[in-house]
């Protein structure tokens, strides 16, 4: 069905090709998104607030735990627990339920790519656009995790198509309500994630002020209507946390959250400008095969108006994440879609003409989507996973591996109408084989694996209610959302309380194992009942847990 779907979505007409992207994101977003476990450490914490807000019934407060969570606007809690309550399922409803405003987001996300690019490319290259960015590492991952980006990323892209149409157009007979359309793309984008999406925005529509050298253009934007609507959106709840939290919730968010990012690489996640760069083969892949046939063509038609449109939809805001300290994988993502347009508007006739330099460099680019799936299936193998466990992604990668063959050697052969349908399925191949893959290895969720196995522990042991879990040490938001709200986490260097040592027999620790922890109390009797190891993805590094239960000596 994939394949039928990304060979003639180039003949479709626009509102056909759209109901195919729609298809074709589903096709690919649904493998392992109801499978794959909740994800350290942002998932974990959106869901587990989002679960509470639906438990307390305040929209305006969000916890995580017994601690206020004030770094993030309540957008996504909102939507996250409306398809908790829509559900029927409450703060029951799953980790999948959660997941759904992502997995909705990146779906209109692939389907306004190609609304924003068709002023720019034409409809037949904007459809295919969307189908790149069905392919994209990054957005396959963020449809698949319950927070904020793909949710994001489709207001960006609402708010861009406004901008796009208007550069290109210069006004418009509908400008009053495409001024509705944008204002309130950008009051769900600061709900959602703050001053992010405003400033992809406004670097995009500044920089294409300075290149045109004028504004007029952005005229229909300054409707006051739609400004003060957008701001009724927006604005109340930021009052409320306001009156309700006094300056905790801006301090919380500017001066904990964002300006440390800005400072430094916060949280151990810093990196040297050139980071995204050196990534964009494999978070962009397979679409980087074809942005290396589209740069001579890009280059030569720089002073074009949608040329000048994709470059100042993607320059300004890299510069920016490239020159700001703390790096994540997903922070370039509101640019990927002006790549993916450039990608597939320049892409194939830039192999037409390509050399066999520029196609050499096109066919090494095919490596690095493979060396991942690769990685991935090595990993699997040396940490105790078997066949049966990996199969969909040695599917997975065989297909890619065929696929990508095909596509070098369309490369090689210059057949221009092949290239991005070889690259789009061979994109698809990968992640349908790649998110199961996740899902099914032991060796990346050690926590799970220590509450599961408390769980059953519990149970055979005759509890009639959950297990009261403690963390020691291993302190993973992942843990608040497995084993319920009052789980305790107890930082490794402090010493076991007696409380919990004294506590009933269904009271179980996850002990990280590592030198210096104090022992536990000595009248307690803390036998162990299980080890896990495994890499924890919140923290980077591979971790030993210990599973013990504690009563009280007699």
């Known amino acids: 069905m994939a394949a039928s779907?990304?060979?003639?979505?180039?003949?479709?007409?626009?509102?056909?090709?759209?109901?195919?992207?729609?298809?074709?994101?589903?096709?690919?977003?649904?493998?392992?998104?109801?499978?794959?476990?909740?994800?350290?450490?942002?998932?974990?914490?959106?869901?587990?607030?989002?679960?509470q807000m639906v438990e307390s019934g305040?929209?305006?407060?969000?916890?995580?735990?017994?601690?206020?969570?004030?770094k993030k606007p309540a957008g996504i809690y909102w939507l996250q627990a409306g398809a908790a309550l829509a559900s029927g399922q409450g703060d029951r409803?799953?980790?999948?339920?959660?997941?759904?405003?992502?997995?909705?987001?990146?779906?209109?996300?692939?389907?306004?790519?190609?609304?924003?690019?068709?002023?720019?490319?034409?409809?037949?290259?904007?459809?295919?656009?969307?189908?790149?960015?069905?392919?994209?590492?990054?957005l396959g991952a963020e449809a698949r995790i319950a927070k904020t980006d793909a949710a994001l990323l489709a207001t960006v892209l609402a708010a861009q198509a406004v901008l796009m149409q208007l550069h290109m157009a210069g006004s418009v007979s509908k400008g009053r309500g495409m001024a509705?359309?944008?204002?309130?793309?950008?009051?769900?984008?600061?709900?959602?994630?703050?001053?992010?999406?405003?400033?992809?925005?406004?670097?995009?529509?500044?920089?294409?002020?300075l290149l045109r050298r004028e504004a007029r253009w952005l005229r229909p934007l300054a409707a006051p209507g739609p400004i003060v609507l957008a701001l009724a959106v927006a604005l109340p709840w930021f009052?409320?946390?306001?009156?309700?939290?006094?300056?905790?919730?801006?301090?919380?968010?500017?001066?904990?959250?964002?300006?440390?990012?800005?400072a430094a690489g916060q949280e151990g996640k810093g990196a040297p400008p050139g980071s995204y760069l050196l990534a964009l083969w494999l978070t962009f892949w397979p679409g980087s095969v074809l942005l290396v046939l589209a740069l001579p063509g890009l280059w030569r038609e720089r002073r074009t108006r949608p040329v000048q449109a994709l470059l100042a939809w993607a320059v300004p805001f890299w510069m920016v994440l490239e020159a700001v300290p703390t790096k994540l994988v997903h922070y370039p993502l509101p640019v990927y879609p002006a790549l993916a347009l450039?990608?597939?508007?320049?892409?194939?006739?830039?192999?037409?003409?390509?050399?066999?330099?520029?196609?050499?460099?096109?066919?090494?680019a095919l490596l690095p989507g493979l060396l991942l799936g690769l990685g991935v299936l090595w990993f699997g193998f040396a940490h105790g996973s078997d066949l049966p466990a990996l199969w969909p992604l040695v599917l997975g990668l065989a297909a890619a591996t065929v696929l990508s063959g095909a596509a070098g050697l369309a490369l090689a052969r210059r057949q221009v109408a092949r290239i991005v349908p070889l690259s789009v399925l061979a994109g698809l191949a990968l992640y349908a084989g790649l998110f199961p893959g996740f899902a099914r290895l032991e060796a990346l969720w050690p926590g799970h694996r220590a509450v599961a196995a408390a769980q059953r522990h519990a149970e055979a042991s005759g509890c009639t209610a959950a297990p009261d879990l403690v963390g020691w040490g291993y302190n993973e938001p992942s843990l608040i959302w497995l084993a319920g709200r009052d789980t305790r986490r107890i930082r490794a260097n402090e010493a076991l309380p007696d409380a919990v040592s004294a506590g009933a027999r269904c009271t179980y620790i996850i002990r990280a194992r590592r030198d210096g922890l104090p022992p536990p109390p000595a009248n307690a009797n803390c036998p162990l009942i299980g080890q896990f190891e495994g890499l924890a993805i919140g923290a980077g590094k591979w971790v030993t847990l210990d599973l013990l239960t504690c009563e009280v000596a007699r």
């Open 180 to 209: 509705y359309a944008f204002w309130l793309a950008v009051a769900a984008g600061v709900l959602l994630k703050g001053p992010i999406g405003p400033a992809v925005l406004a670097l995009t529509a500044t920089t294409l002020a």
């Open 58 to 70: 305040d929209p305006i407060d969000i916890r995580f735990g017994d601690e206020a969570r004030l």
């Open 342 to 364: 450039a990608a597939a508007a320049w892409g194939p006739a830039g192999l037409a003409m390509a050399g066999r330099g520029l196609r050499l460099a096109a066919a090494l």
């Open 239 to 262: 009052v409320a946390i306001t009156l309700r939290d006094g300056a905790d919730f801006w301090q919380g968010s500017v001066g904990v959250d964002l300006l440390p990012k800005i």
């Open 93 to 138: 409803a799953p980790l999948w339920v959660h997941r759904l405003p992502s997995l909705i987001g990146a779906t209109a996300a692939v389907v306004l790519v190609a609304v924003a690019g068709a002023p720019l490319v034409g409809w037949s290259a904007a459809l295919w656009a969307g189908a790149l960015m069905v392919v994209t590492l990054v």
């Open 5 to 51: 779907m990304t060979s003639s979505i180039a003949g479709l007409s626009p509102a056909r090709g759209l109901i195919a992207l729609v298809f074709l994101s589903l096709a690919a977003f649904l493998p392992g998104f109801a499978a794959l476990p909740v994800t350290d450490r942002d998932e974990a914490r959106f869901a587990q607030a989002a679960r």
